[in-house]
């Protein structure tokens, strides 16, 4: 681990016991952050059995105030349990993505909202947004440009755009999400690591990451049997792979292998909770 890199992370199997504590990491007491993985699947989600099976991929960040990072076509089953939405971050423009706004307003009005949540997302996003919906009373849209600065409670996030999809109407962004010194990059669709991506991760606690092909090669996500090793050498306390596709083994197989490839990398599945 290198000097200065966070690595306090605890993570809990919803419904399967108590936390157990990552190896070489330690669970935080203090003003933890709490993140939960609504999906961990590919477009269209992952067919299996187990925790293999896996819903479009989303995850929900809080610590005194709450955070989705995207808003897929599950989220009329992902946001069963949830009361509380203060602010959502979109990472671009595929249906994955943002095909869930309608039923982001269908939860918004049964739980009698008192003002529209406030979604952060590009402008070429947002753009499509406006095209494709119209019903969007209940979405306040910021405009988040890289190296913006935007809050929600004691959240604060900042996205930098990193390669995914060719057309340009689609531009992507990876999400840092910072609470004092606690802090996760979520980076769920990357066709390729860059510098800029390395050093936008940089002393995070965690980093979320594509982990969508395995053993095999697509133009738009990582091969993360080939990727992960150069990830590993990132200066970040822990990697949980996201956006896990149909090449993927089974998860306890993949969670091996994976471990084989990074001491400090696992594959996440839907429903688990992770506190930094």
Known sequence: MRPGVRSSVAIRDRGFGFPRTLAGVRIAILESVRLLFLGTGAS???????????????????????????????????????????????????????????????????????????????????????????????????????????????????????????????????????????????????????????RFCAGVTVLVLDGAMWHRRLFSHLTIDEALPTACTWPVGSILLTQIGRSAPPHAQLQREVGALCAKAHAAHDRLAVKI
Request: positive net charge; proline residues 6%; charged residues 25%.
């Open 44 to 198: 269209g989600g992952t067919s299996g059995h187990g925790h293999s099976r896996r819903l479009e991929s989303s995850m929900l960040i809080s610590n005194r105030a709450t955070l989705l990072i995207d808003v897929t076509r599950d989220f009329a089953v992902q946001g069963e349990r949830l009361s509380r939405i203060d602010a959502v971050a979109l990472t671009h423009a595929h249906r994955d993505a943002i095909g869930g706004l309608p039923a982001l307003r269908r939860w918004w009005l049964a739980n009698r909202a008192p003002e529209p949540i406030d979604v952060f997302l590009s402008e070429a996003t947002a753009n499509i947004i406006r095209t494709r919906y119209q019903r969007l009373e209940h979405c306040r849209l910021r405009i988040t440009a890289p190296g913006d600065l935007r809050r929600v409670g004691p959240l604060a996030l900042s996205a930098l755009t990193v390669p995914h999809a060719q057309d340009p109407r689609f531009p992507t962004y990876a999400w840092r999400v910072s609470a004092g010194e606690r802090s996760i990059v979520y980076a769920s669709d990357v066709a390729h690591l860059t510098p800029e991506l390395e």
